[in-house]
């Protein structure tokens, strides 16, 4: 629970941190900003208006319950519980010392698609960080090559409705110290953000 505060922490106050974008494969939504410099900024300038969070929010809230019901401990709620994250370890994902997804990857990333069978009303933010182990460039290079595989597997998974925005971390925020080999395996960790989108909270308004 720890890590996952400071994670709320670094996300909530990210746009300090530089971190470069990896472009979405396809935008599919309409109401998809313009590219950030950051995670954090782009994250901001998807999230719903003080008018329209009220509309999702029931309906957010049963999704983070679910959430945290398959993957304890792993789920994180960010702006007013609107914005649903999970945090994955890198070693559940990914093959070791690989971009290449496993079995075990794909499959956890499936149980989590389940919840979200209504993709297209949501921007997905993959955010992939790595340990401070390499060379900078090695390390940007690395976890902009994970993040991009978890999107295109995601896309497959939840079919063309779904933009998924990937995000390369590096080792810019991490979780624990580098100085210990478990908190290096703490700081390879994979998010995963669904932020309503607002053409869904005008349509739950409207019933």
Known sequence: MKHLFLLWLVVTGCCIFPARLSAA??????????PAATRGAYMEALTLSPETKP???????????????RFPGQVVALR??????????????FCSNDALLSDR?????????KLFPDAGNFHIVVAVHTANTGTEARIERFSSQRAQAVARTLEQILGNTAAVAPFGMGAAEP????????????????????IPVTSWAERLASR
């Open 105 to 113: 990857g794909v499959e956890l990333l499936k149980r989590v698609a």
């Open 25 to 34: 494969s396809n935008e599919k939504t309409s109401d998809i900003p313009a």
């Open 175 to 194: 979780v624990a110290r580098n100085s210990t080999y478990r908190g290096r395996e703490e700081n390879r960790r994979v998010e995963i953000w669904f």
């Open 80 to 93: 007013d519980s609107v914005v649903a994250g999970m945090v994955l370890p890198s070693a559940d994902v």
């Open 55 to 69: 509309l999702v929010r029931k309906n957010m809230q049963q999704r983070l319950a679910q959430l945290q019901q």
